[in-house]
């Protein structure tokens, strides 16, 4: 196997160089400056689908989280302040023991709307605020986000969103 000498490799692109001439140099001028045009309008692409998905935001927050006196059930009622949504899916993290009594993925959640989600503690445990619900929800155009709401902060987390459209 052979070494590779970089003092060879640099000697031989100096003399290349110096052998180019405007013609060349033009070339590789224009290439550059096509690669940074490209690249510039791509993010620019990524920017407007950034704004555009801010205006399509729905605006879901906290609007109320109740448990029952025995600590068997409660409910969690959040509301929709912005454009319209698409429940898709409802994780609980933190607590294994409770379970979703209403079906959650594909309800509608137009402006100015609330949902009450039903829950249960299937353990022995009591439920009790010490956990979070995280909901997934499409947007009109078909973005998709995640956002958390913690019960203890009694308090919903900036969205976050997963897919662009």
């Known amino acids: 196997?052979?070494?590779?000498?970089?003092?060879?490799?640099?000697s031989a692109v100096n003399k290349y160089t110096e052998s180019m001439g405007p013609v060349e140099w033009g070339?590789?001028?224009?290439?550059?400056?096509?690669?940074?045009?490209?690249?510039?309008?791509l993010a620019a692409g990524k920017s407007?689908?950034?704004?555009?998905?801010?205006?399509?935001?729905?605006?879901?927050?906290?609007?109320?989280?109740?448990?029952?006196?025995?600590?068997?059930?409660?409910?969690?009622?959040?509301?929709?302040?912005?454009?319209?949504a698409r429940l898709s899916n409802m994780a609980i993290k933190g607590r294994k023991d409770v379970a979703v009594k209403?079906?959650?993925?594909?309800?509608?959640?137009?402006?100015?709307?609330?949902y009450r989600i039903l829950l249960e503690a299937t353990g022995n445990q009591k439920l009790d605020n010490d956990f979070?619900?995280?909901?997934?929800?499409?947007?009109?155009?078909?973005?998709?986000?995640?956002?958390?709401?913690?019960?203890?902060q009694h308090a919903a987390k900036q969205p976050k969103l997963v897919r662009f459209a």
Not at 1 to 10: A, G, K, P, T, V
Not at 102 to 114: P, W
């Open 1 to 10: 196997m052979e070494q590779i000498n970089l003092e060879e490799i640099l």
């Open 27 to 41: 070339l590789i001028g224009g290439g550059i400056a096509l690669i940074l045009i490209l690249s510039a309008s």
């Open 48 to 84: 407007r689908k950034k704004r555009r998905a801010r205006q399509a935001a729905p605006a879901l927050s906290l609007d109320t989280f109740q448990i029952s006196p025995l600590g068997r059930d409660a409910y969690f009622k959040v509301l929709n302040s912005g454009q319209p």
């Open 102 to 114: 209403n079906a959650v993925a594909g309800h509608e959640l137009q402006s100015g709307e609330s």
């Open 132 to 152: 979070i619900i995280e909901l997934s929800y499409v947007d009109l155009i078909g973005n998709v986000y995640q956002q958390a709401f913690a019960l203890s």
